[in-house]
């Protein structure tokens, strides 16, 4: 199945005529919220009711599935099934103390959501943490995904990845002991540490000002999320080393796999973008000039887009031709 060019672009000028309000408004009337079983605990998702293989986009640390704010009206509007949901530890979903939040944990709770909402085929979204688990999830369940997309993320080493100060300090044995002992003492000071870390991954102004805010809040909440974010801090040079000897798969992933990156990012950039390019050799790579390491956020019209145009299922792969475009700002994919 592939959704063209034109029907794509059509939804895009249609919902751009729309206020972003009005297009929340109708989207917090037509969602289904669900309580996803994991184990002991519940996974918050949501679901927008929809054709094709459901679009499942996954947040990372530190944020939730408000994440996807601005890109879920537009697939949601074009028509397309879409469902969200909250990591344990994260957003609405529960934050059990003393869990184990780890990369292969979570892979574990997109396959739970899966699972509850029996979904057959599936186009995993991956943004920054959560691509271990989607492409862990996505080797391990070929016949069940129609393509994988990858938004600024990381899996295995790769030469140009660089570690966000904050999550560096947190990742560090012996130094993130010293700084999880501080936060405990001083939170409210942190704070300020953690608004000029996020700051750094954006490059629009407005969705700075408003997303910085809602990720805090799951922080500060008596639930709070620090505990997941230590951990998963924790986890993640075993996760990046630990996936070295997998590479070799997926070069033999013979779906359809688009590579979003925006281009601006510092962290997982142009680099790490081009080194999964290399990964999936039949894969697309598409690089936005106007965005950081949320292009979600910073250009969610470009990104929509091109989600919405992947090509779907095995036959859609082409041949082993890799494709490598960068998005000129204002450009249609009809110049693609």
């Not at 199945?1 to 297009?23: F, L, N």
């Not at 094709?52 to 996954?58: L, Q, R, T, V």
């Not at 997309?149 to 080493?157: A, D, G, R, V």
């Not at 300020?192 to 799951?218: H, I, L, M, P, S």
Request: hydrophobic share 40%; net charge negative.
């Amino acid at each position: 199945m592939y959704y063209g060019h034109y029907y794509v672009e059509s939804y895009i000028v249609c919902i751009r005529m729309q206020s972003a309000e009005a297009i929340r408004e109708r989207m917090e009337m037509e969602y289904r919220e669900h309580r996803v079983p994991r184990g002991e605990h519940f996974i918050y998702a949501r679901e927008y009711e929809g054709e094709g293989p459901a679009i499942i986009p996954m947040h990372g640390f530190p944020d939730n599935l408000h994440l996807y704010d601005r890109v879920a009206p537009l697939l949601f509007e074009a028509g397309r099934r879409v469902v969200v949901f909250d990591f344990l530890g994260w957003g609405r979903s529960d934050k059990p103390g003393g869990y184990p939040y780890t990369a292969n944990n979570q892979a574990r709770d997109f396959d739970a959501v899966i699972e509850h909402l029996k979904l057959e085929s599936v186009v995993p979204v991956a943004h920054d943490a959560s691509g271990p688990p989607a492409i862990d999830w996505a080797m391990w369940n070929r016949d069940r995904v129609a393509a994988l997309i990858l938004l600024n993320t990381y899996y295995s080493p790769m030469p140009t990845l660089r570690v966000p100060e904050v999550i560096r300090l947190f990742s560090t044995p012996v130094a993130r002991d010293a700084a999880r002992f501080v936060v405990s003492r001083m939170q409210e000071r942190f704070q300020w540490v953690y608004r000029w870390q996020v700051r750094k991954f954006f490059k629009d102004e407005e969705a700075t000002e408003e997303f910085v805010r809602v990720f805090w809040e799951q922080m500060e909440a008596e639930q709070s999320s620090f505990p997941p974010l230590f951990s998963l801090t924790a986890d993640l040079r075993t996760t990046i080393k630990s996936r070295a000897g997998a590479t070799d798969s997926l070069s033999k992933f013979e779906w359809p796999v688009r590579i979003i990156f925006g281009a601006e990012d510092p962290y997982l950039n142009t680099g790490v973008a081009k080194s999964f390019h290399a990964l999936f050799p039949a894969s697309e790579l598409f690089l936005l000039p106007e965005a950081g390491h949320f292009p979600q956020l910073d250009d969610p019209g470009e990104v929509a887009r091109l989600i919405l145009s992947t090509p779907l299922g095995r036959a859609a792969v082409p041949g082993g031709r890799a494709v490598e475009t960068v998005v000129e700002q204002g450009q249609s994919l009809r110049q693609i």
